[in-house]
């Protein structure tokens, strides 16, 4: 029975890269008439705004529909950094167009890359090379810039996939730097189901799994708190939440 999962995983995942692909070439009329050439702010709203309708018609057809709950959080004309768990690479292109309202990532810069793709990639990205002090340090400039403009700033807290058994990794410091730096609030963002539709140990793997995205009651600095402070309290309620809710 496992054998014949796995195959099916994998032709599956060859449907999922041949409709990515499709929708993503589709995508890129309205990316370069509407988007492209536009300046940010209007630029990143205009893009995820177009990017949710090419996730909801991807997901549909792959079989995972994205269920969404909390986007009352989101209080008008306040801005956010948006910490998500990360299980699976399915997580990046379902979290930034699930937020409301404009946002970008912080993201690998060797993504960008790729061509056509990475054209889209860094449209909605803080590009960062992990590997360069000088890179991680203007990513922070630039997330802090992304803050001011009136975007929402979207953070994988764990650095990397959660390939343990436990239901989160440790957290870095960066988000919740930015946050005690830049007084902004933070929402955390969690995501279940992902491992299991593209489970990070498989490979080239994707199942049909129903998609749910949950976001927490906005987690506001308090006053004095370190980093260390609040990156503890944070990781507490995504872990506390995930282990009741999984």
Known sequence: MQIIKNIFGRIWAAWGALIFV?????????????????????????????????MDVF??????PLTIRGREYFK???????????NALIDVPVSSPGIPGGNKTIAKAEMAKI???GLIYQT???????KNEKSRRESYTKMKEVLDMGLHMCIYPEGTR???????????DGAFRLAVTSGHAIIPMIIFNSRKANPPDKGFYLMPVKLKMEFLPEVEVLPGE?????????FDLMKNFIVQHQ
């Open 59 to 64: 997901l549909g057809l792959v079989g995972c």
């Open 162 to 172: 959660n390939t343990s058994a436990e239901p989160i990794k440790p957290f870095h």
């Open 76 to 86: 008008n004309g306040k801005t956010y950094i948006v910490v998500c768990n990360h």
């Open 226 to 234: 370190t980093v260390e402070q609040l990156k503890a309290r944070v």
């Open 115 to 117: 061509p056509l793709f």
């Open 22 to 54: 499709s929708t993503m070439l589709l995508f890129l009329i309205p990316f370069f008439l509407f988007i492209y050439f536009q300046k940010d702010p209007r630029k990143t709203n205009r893009f995820i705004r177009y990017s949710r309708i090419w």
């Open 124 to 130: 909605g990205s803080i590009l960062v090379d992990r």
